[in-house]
DNA sequence: GATGAATGAGCGTTCATTCAT
DNA sequence: AATGAATGAACGCTCATTCAT
């Protein structure tokens, strides 16, 4: 083959990488193995990728693109805030189940191995979310609907938490097995009841006014 | 030195450990580096510790005790549910600002890396404060502390989401950065707003009596 | 070098490690060495050969089947016994001269660092020249040409142990030593001495015929 | 203990190295396997012994002490030609099955672990029974016993390259499968068959007179 | 351009030897 | 004097990266 990988090419060898890193770790993964799965030699891995850690990259940058956009489709509507709430569970239950891998290797980000990414990534990734959720908290505040002595900064991070957490508990298998010790084994299987009952919790979360512990004295 | 080592000899490897396994993960940290850190040679290494998988087990459990003890401390006494909960954040707050490298540990478990360890370290760790939780949980519900619509459960899960997020928060790089796009450079320094702004978001979450919105139809 | 590496090449890597084990035994040999002393990389050895033993056992190979070529050759023609043993006797003594490292290979699967292998190889090996030898023993006893109250199995035992000793002697420092103590110096250079000496030997061993002593009793 | 080892810890340090070196080889060796087994310090070890090389060389030492005063008992008397064979035999036969440990040690020199002992020992060693052995077979041969064209040199290089065989044969874990091979299961319990076989074989080599074939055209 | 064989630095681990106690 | 814990050089093996074909 004389020719430019076509998009098609490069997505079926990033989506290998995103197994592999996913599998076994940035560390652990193998260039050889990655290239065998996809298909084309390690010559053209390294064409395209300067190094391993610039493909571990690459991989990322797909993976965050596809979990942006997960959450950008349920943002794009004008919905109220609770509904907005229940689209992204559901919307993150359902791809942390079903690509798991991507969610895992944006797990691996916040983990040691990828400590060159860190900063940067945290950057390019969290703002969006952040000022997306901030936003909409401030809104809903302004419209009455959640408490107003609410931080809508801190917030927004705590909302985002639990999402997160949540992802990586239908992905991660470390979280999986801790979802499971929390819950029941049953937890997989009634994704409603695990919607049901976070949409509860945030509910009261951001609606209560009144006040009822005076923490620090 | 030609004498065994003391507890206190021991204690400055496997700090040494902590601190190279949290900083470079567990495939990237260098057993000669840690060695030499820690002022002793290889040999010794291998002499209290069968393998690096071993050592870094041994690290792993050293963070883990430190952790355990410090939540067990605070759920020693038998306070109200939310002191009991500001006590934890306090204690997580604390613990992961002085001792990140515990932390960092304890978030590499999760992490793709440590596979190996996924499985039995959920098993051994989470049973304890998701046992402690939910029981304090249905504890309040019988009191009729907080709401009695709430799968104590989940709710234990969710608590536990937003605790172990925000000792990340504190402690590995990714986190840490995450946490200043969310709220700004100043978190760090005003840890008595954190803590003022998770309880409101607790306090709320847990003791809300009405549903005002039907999920689900 | 790009390609593949050619049979010839794989020789000489093979060539280089029968020295290196025949120099310095199998414990002491070097990976590095023998790839430095091959002319290719730690690297190559590896794609090769799965591991240092795997490796050894490649060189033992090697060496047994040129052993065993040299031996069935001689055996394929349909001589007299003493012409065959002649003619044995005659090729081991050439091939322990030209290609010592063979014969110092096959004497080290004898020693004790290669355990491993005592029994896998003994069955593969001795079995081949056992049977031959057994064999036309036996059809020089039916033809009445050596003794009739010999034991063909022991024989063939007594002849082959008086063979291999020719060829340790011819290949091994230490049994190269004891040579020149047991005849002189001048040994290595008086091939048909040996040879006449010892198929004196092997005739009066096989031919006689009457039994002066009483061995037990 | 403030006291020089007395000669019974020497011997029992010794054979523990004997044991040891028999078992694993002269590189596998371990030098703490060693003082555990036999009692002593690692520090005792280097006291008496200026390394690995040195032990093992002591090891080496009693063995062939041992070996050669089993021989020298037999030597002693004056016996005839084939009596003392037989009686050689019979030592050695039992000297193997009893103390496998010593015969395997004496055949480790001969392998290429030992390349540095080699030159030394055979002179020491070899020059004992070559010269025995030498001089017993030209005195049989002024009384007329054995054939008169024999090289006594020679003779005694294959009568002594029998013995060796056959001691290795009943102590190295090679040459005693190869035995199996050669004759049946059933050799090791027929010390008899052996001997007698053996006998005949060498009774004949040294008395026939005619040569029934000339060699070499 | 594409290939994948070859490279070799680097790491985990062992164990003969030393020497503080 | 005896101990055995500590040392650290050295080796087997891996795998990211290169580059001749």
Redesign the interface.
């Known amino acids: 083959m004389f020719k430019k990988l076509t998009d098609e090419e490069i997505q079926i060898i990033l989506e290998a990488g995103i197994a592999e890193?996913?599998?076994?770790?940035?560390?652990?993964a193998n260039m050889h193995t990655i290239a065998k799965k996809s298909g084309v030699s390690v010559g053209v891995l390294y064409k395209y990728y300067a190094s391993k850690d610039d493909f571990f990259e690459a991989c990322l940058r797909l993976c965050l693109a596809e979990l942006n956009r997960v959450i950008a489709e349920v943002l794009a509507c004008d919905d109220k805030i609770?509904v907005r709430a229940?689209k992204l569970i559901r919307a993150l239950q359902k791809s942390a189940k079903e690509h798991s891998g991507y969610h895992?290797l944006y797990?691996?980000?916040?983990?040691?191995?990828?400590?060159k990414?860190?900063?940067a990534?945290?950057?390019e990734i969290?703002?969006i979310s952040?000022g997306a959720y901030?936003a909409f908290l401030m809104q809903a505040q302004a419209e009455g609907v959640i408490?107003k002595?609410?931080?809508p900064?801190?917030?927004?991070?705590?909302f985002?938490?639990?999402l997160?957490?949540?992802q990586?508990?239908y992905s991660?298998?470390?979280?999986k097995?801790?979802?499971q010790?929390?819950?029941?084994d049953g937890v997989f299987s009634d994704d409603?009841?695990?919607?049901?009952?976070?949409?509860?919790?945030?509910?009261?979360?951001?609606?209560?006014e009144r006040?009822?512990?005076s923490?620090?004295g």
Chains 1, 2, 3, 4 share one sequence.
Request: aromatic residues 16%; hydrophobic residues 40%; charged residues 30%.
């Open positions: 890193f996913a599998e076994n770790g940035p560390d652990k609770l229940e895992v797990h691996e980000i916040t983990a040691g191995s990828c400590k990414y860190a900063r990534f945290a950057k969290e703002s952040s901030r408490r002595d609410a931080d900064r801190l917030f927004a991070f705590f985002d938490n639990l997160m957490m949540l990586f508990s991660c298998d470390y979280y097995e801790r979802f010790i929390y819950c029941d409603e009841r695990v919607v049901g009952e976070l949409l509860k919790f945030l509910e009261s979360a951001f609606t209560v006040s009822q512990i923490h620090r």
